[in-house]
């Protein structure tokens, strides 16, 4: 049986106090799987059919002079190991005003 699962990818101020989403539907997950510094900026996101998540970062639209962050947008990969456990790698990068991502629904 597929499960279908929403993962969350937060970047929030320190001092935000922001309520745990709920979810309604038995056949969906909720779970953090990334904040800073993992993820910066999060614009776009799209799955694969391996459960991957390729994430858009965008680190070059209407920064501050003083962003400590990468100087070009980036697509971080999430991805989980056999023991369910999220970890991050950047899959591309170099990129300028990135905004979102798509896969083929084929899959191709």
């Known amino acids: 049986m597929h499960r279908s699962f929403i993962a969350i990818l937060l ?6 106090e922001v309520p745990v989403p709920q979810v309604l539907d038995a056949n969906l997950k909720i779970e953090l799987i990334a904040a800073e ?3 910066n900026t999060p614009v776009g996101i799209a799955a694969d059919a391996k459960g ?3 994430v ?5 639209h ?6 400590k962050g990468p100087k070009s947008d980036r697509i971080r990969l999430f991805q989980q190991d056999g023991a ?3 970890s991050a790698t950047t899959f591309a990068e170099g990129f300028r005003n990135a905004m979102c991502l798509e896969f083929d629904p084929d899959g191709v």
């Open 11 to 16: 970047t929030l101020p320190a001092v935000a």
């Open 56 to 60: 858009v970062e965008n680190n070059t």
């Open 52 to 54: 991957r998540l390729f």
């Open 62 to 67: 209407q920064v501050k002079p003083d962003y």
């Open 84 to 86: 369910g456990k999220w």
């Open 37 to 39: 510094p993992d993820i």
